[in-house]
């Protein structure tokens, strides 16, 4: 599909719990060429699986992913705004299996702003990789914009890392910020959610997040359909 909006979604609870070697995808984006899709306001919780060696040409894709963007070919004009991300637990049980908050394959290229990520899913036991937040195929390239996201990564078991391109893993924001050349603006704040599917920033406790973005002409809305600050608008 071409010139969609994928919006204000709660996508949550999606689980594998074999042990073949697979990961669920909240949002899967596969269309090739200018695609001029937006991706915004959406909570995404709780996805998870036993996943794969995200290396495998085959199978690689079968890891546990919250925003997947896919081509064989290029895919451009993918906008990822607003959106909140949150997974969580330890499944991971496959050689190099990886958690991704935000995967982009090869070919793809994507404007990621304004996003949380918190991705502490990890692994069961000794075998698998850990988790990323942000993932690109190739280059830095990829990101056409990228700032002003927050991330947090923390599981139980398993590497730690922020970002990662073409295999090489980022586990401070500092490496993130030196490795893409991008996210200035970017934090590193754990955010403190009403409860692990309902992705609301409790205000009390998010002061640091509260108008820390960038406005976005697409999206003058939130997720409760409130008007975003025009200035500084809450991420």
């Known amino acids: ?18 042990s073949g070697g697979y990961g669920s995808h909240a949002i899967y984006i596969s269309a090739a060429g200018a695609t001029n899709t937006l991706v915004a306001n959406n909570m995404i919780a709780n996805i998870s699986g036993d996943g794969y060696n995200y290396n ?11 925003i997947l963007l896919y081509t064989s070919s290029s895919q451009t004009g993918v906008k990822l705004y607003h ?70 990564v923390n599981p139980s078991s398993g590497s730690k890392n922020f970002g990662g391109i073409n295999g090489v893993f980022q586990t401070t924001i500092a490496g993130w910020r030196t490795s893409t050349g991008k996210e200035v603006n970017a934090l590193n704040v754990a955010p403190v959610f009403t409860s692990n599917t309902d992705l609301h920033l409790v205000p009390a ?29 809450d991420m």
Do not use: E, M, W
């Open 56 to 66: 495998s040409s085959s199978f690689g894709f079968d890891n546990p992913t919250g």
């Open 1 to 18: 599909c071409k010139n969609v909006k994928i919006i204000n979604n709660l996508i949550h609870s999606l689980n594998y719990t074999g």
């Open 83 to 152: 959106n909140t991300i949150n997974l969580y637990g330890a499944t991971l049980n496959s050689s190099s299996a990886v958690s991704f908050g935000i995967r982009l394959s090869a070919g793809v290229t994507a404007d990621i702003r304004n996003n949380i990520i918190n991705n502490n899913l990890g692994r069961v036991g000794s075998t698998g990789t850990g988790a990323v937040c942000i993932y690109a195929a190739t280059s830095a390239s990829q990101f056409s914009n990228l700032d002003y996201n927050d991330y947090l």
């Open 205 to 233: 406790s998010n002061a640091s997040l509260n108008q820390s973005c960038l406005p976005l002409t697409d999206v003058p809305l939130d997720y409760d359909s409130t008007t975003r600050n025009g200035l500084r608008p």
